[in-house]
């Protein structure tokens, strides 16, 4: 693999890193794209979700939808949050950039992210002024994997919408074992109690807030989130995730 050096990074020096200028979709040479890490051809297999989309996850509607506040991958979730929204599906070069940020310290995929983030319309009308909440990591996963992928996603759109800020309100207190192998009534069971508010920190209830994750998959892990900042005060409440599954 051809490796070289990325430009440093002003605002995070943890993130300068070493970067693939390989295609994460097809092993080809990356130029002349608007991607660091995904060729051109690859690039345009990204899906961007657009609007009609489902409020309550952000899954695109195909054709007619009987409502606009619930869609097949959200229709078991009572959501605790107002709206939600996904950038793209999870899928093809966006699968492989988020496989790399979570598993494989590919640190590097977090500027294509960023670029993907730029392009969606209407997200910084979305972000506006809110504060936003990764999903935090048990403290154990947290060492063994060296950081939370939720938490560099949210410093990466905090530094492309400025109005918005960095809130690291909560702590994953349980720790739930790998949630892929378990249903769903498994999951809401074992995550109900999972977070927690961090000691110290208080909900300002005319704030509103945005838990970020990485991907929507059955919404349960962003609605147990959700139900801990109402609980707290806080009024407004949505979600951002930036595949949705
Ligand atoms: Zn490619
Ligand atoms: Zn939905």
Not at 93 to 102: D, H, N, S, V
Not at 113 to 141: D, F
Not at 230 to 245: E, F, K, N, Q, S
Request: with cysteine; net charge positive; glycine share 6%.
């Amino acid at each position: 693999m051809k490796l070289h050096l990325s430009i440093s990074r002003p605002l995070d020096s943890f993130l300068e890193t070493v970067f693939p200028s390989q295609c994460v979709g097809c092993g080809g040479v990356v130029d002349s794209s608007s991607f660091s890490s995904v060729c051109e051809d690859c690039s345009n297999r990204f899906q961007l979700i657009e609007e009609p989309k489902c409020l309550t996850c952000g899954f695109p509607f195909y054709g007619e939808a009987e409502s606009r506040t619930h869609c097949m991958h959200c229709e078991h979730l009572t959501p605790e949050f107002g709206q939600g929204w996904s950038i793209a599906l999870f899928r093809g070069p966006l699968r492989e950039l988020i496989y790399a940020l979570k598993y494989k310290d590919g640190f590097w995929a977090l500027r294509d992210i960023r670029v993907l983030a730029k392009s969606a319309t209407g997200l910084e009308e979305y972000i506006g002024e809110a504060s936003l909440v990764p999903v935090p990591l048990h403290p154990r996963k947290q060492r063994e994997r060296g950081y939370n992928q939720s938490q560099l996603l949210v410093k990466e759109l905090v530094s492309l919408f400025p109005r918005s800020r960095q809130s690291d309100l909560l702590e994953r207190s349980v720790d739930t074992v790998s949630q892929t192998q378990f249903d769903r009534k498994q999951r809401i069971r074992n995550l109900k109690n999972a977070f927690s508010l961090c000691r110290n920190r208080a909900i300002d209830p005319a704030q509103r807030y945005i838990i970020v994750d990485d991907v929507f998959t059955t919404g349960s892990t962003v609605n147990a989130c959700s139900a801990v900042l109402r609980r707290a005060g806080a009024r407004a409440v949505d979600v951002l995730t930036i595949g949705h599954g």
